[in-house]
């Protein structure tokens, strides 16, 4: 089979690039080694900045996510006694959307039939060849048959486990990594939100953080060590450490329900250059991580599509032979800049094991601060709706 652009990985970074180039008439072939329903089983980010809410609008799919989304005006930084609101909607005139990963990405599949995109699901062994020449190939298995699709480009959107970040030489390309001393307990539960924003909390026991999916669903989560076990947190005893954490006023409206789902996952920093090696573009968590804390991850991916379907468009529809060069580059500027929001506010609202009580204090008087200062609330508020394009 031949293609324009070959897409790996079906989670919303492919999906959203699939239907973006689609809508500009680009001959796209997705391909994802899981089945749909693994995909819309996992239970991940909850807040949208401006930027993915806004690239949905485009791609005219938006309908479902303003009429079940949660716009939020603002949210919380706790610190064991107070509640500090950021008013992210008077700081910067922008709000963010609480609406599930999953809900976007179940809109992005629906789609797909509809407009054209093709995705190869449970698709094998996928293995990306000659990217670095002007004949580029992907190989893939499925049904015991083994199937070739040559393309022009090759966009690896296989997440942090995939592929594609793999088939770049290690002699042109530098990782770099922070690997956090804890992990997060999330747990989702049918239950009304204990408070109408988010809660980032910093007690004493470690970070929690009270975030939701709807006006009856809620999603929650603690720092655990990273030896955590899952079976040593029955719903009952999670919930109690809530409680604690999160604070008198959170807990006294705090609706306890059986966990629908209950995971832990560790906090990582992670940066790969260049997101570009010949024909093969790397977007999304296959070319970085960040700890959840920022709620960027998601968005990241969001704004790297944004600027791979500019330039694969560029470069189909306008003639720029050039287009893709910049891509690295301009994704990367921005993606430090999530990174360092988002390892900065790690630092600022967890427990490290092997802090001392001088690293204490420093929390504590940068959350003094922040509470005071209306230029530390616009710097927070700012980074937190996502910095412009
Ligand atoms: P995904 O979602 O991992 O999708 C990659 C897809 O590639 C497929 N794949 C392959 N396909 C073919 N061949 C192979 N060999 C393949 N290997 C893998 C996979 O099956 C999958 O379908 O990456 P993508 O699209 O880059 O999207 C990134 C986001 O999923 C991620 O950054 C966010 O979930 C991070 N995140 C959050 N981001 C936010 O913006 N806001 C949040 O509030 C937020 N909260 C979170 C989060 C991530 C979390 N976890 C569990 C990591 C909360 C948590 C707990
Ligand atoms: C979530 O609702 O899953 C969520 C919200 C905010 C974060 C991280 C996760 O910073």
Redesign the pocket.
């Known amino acids: 089979m031949k293609t324009q652009v070959a897409i790996?990985?079906?989670?919303?970074?492919?999906?959203?690039l699939g239907h973006l180039l689609r809508a500009e008439g680009i001959e796209v072939v997705v391909?994802?080694?899981?089945a749909p329903d693994?995909?819309l089983g996992?239970?991940?980010?909850?807040?949208?900045?401006r930027t993915?809410t806004d690239l949905m609008d485009r791609l005219g799919l938006g309908a479902r996510m303003h009429a079940e989304g949660l716009p939020h005006d603002g949210f919380h930084l706790a610190d064991g006694e107070r509640l500090i609101r950021i008013d992210i909607e008077a700081l910067t005139g922008k709000k963010v959307m609480v609406y599930g990963?999953t809900e976007v990405?179940r809109d992005l599949m629906e789609a797909a039939p509809e407009r054209g995109l093709e995705i190869i699901y449970e698709?094998?062994?996928?293995a990306l060849h000659a990217v670095d020449s002007d004949a580029p190939y992907v190989t893939?298995s499925k049904d015991g048959v083994t199937y070739r699709i040559d393309a022009q480009f090759f966009c690896g959107?296989?997440?942090?486990?995939?592929?594609?970040r793999k088939a770049v030489p290690a002699s042109v390309a530098k990782a770099y990594e922070k690997v956090y001393p804890f992990g997060?307990l999330?747990i989702l539960a049918d239950v009304p939100p204990c408070h109408h924003e988010l809660i980032y909390a910093n007690h004493d026991r470690g970070f929690a953080l009270a975030?939701m999916r709807s006006e009856s669903r809620s999603r929650y989560?603690i720092q655990v060590p990273l030896d955590e076990k899952i079976e040593e947190w029955p719903d009952d005893r999670l919930w109690d450490e809530l409680a604690t954490r999160l604070g008198p006023e959170a807990a006294a409206n705090m609706t306890r329900g059986p966990a629908l789902e209950k995971?832990i996952?560790p906090l990582r920093s992670f940066v790969f250059e260049p997101m570009r090696y010949g024909r093969l573009m790397l977007?999304?968590?296959?070319?970085h991580?960040?700890p959840?804390t920022?709620?960027?991850?998601?968005?990241?991916?969001?704004s790297?599509v944004h600027y791979l379907s500019e330039a694969l468009i560029g470069y189909f529809k306008r003639g720029y032979a050039d287009a893709v060069a910049g891509y690295s580059d301009k994704a990367l500027a921005r993606v430090w800049k999530s990174e360092r929001f988002s390892w900065q506010l790690t630092k600022l609202m967890h427990r490290f094991p092997d802090g001392d009580a001088f690293d204490r204090r420093m929390q504590v008087a940068e959350l003094d601060y922040i509470a005071s200062s209306h230029a530390a609330q616009t710097t927070i508020a700012e980074n937190y709706v996502g910095l412009s394009l």
């Open positions: 790996i990985g079906a989670g919303p970074a492919g999906l959203l391909i994802e080694r899981a693994y995909v996992r239970i991940r980010a909850g807040v949208l900045e993915t990963q990405t698709a094998g062994d996928v893939y959107c296989d997440g942090f486990h995939g592929p594609s997060w999330g975030s989560y995971s996952a977007a999304g968590d296959s070319a991580i960040v959840p920022g709620a960027k991850g998601l968005n990241l991916a969001a790297d």
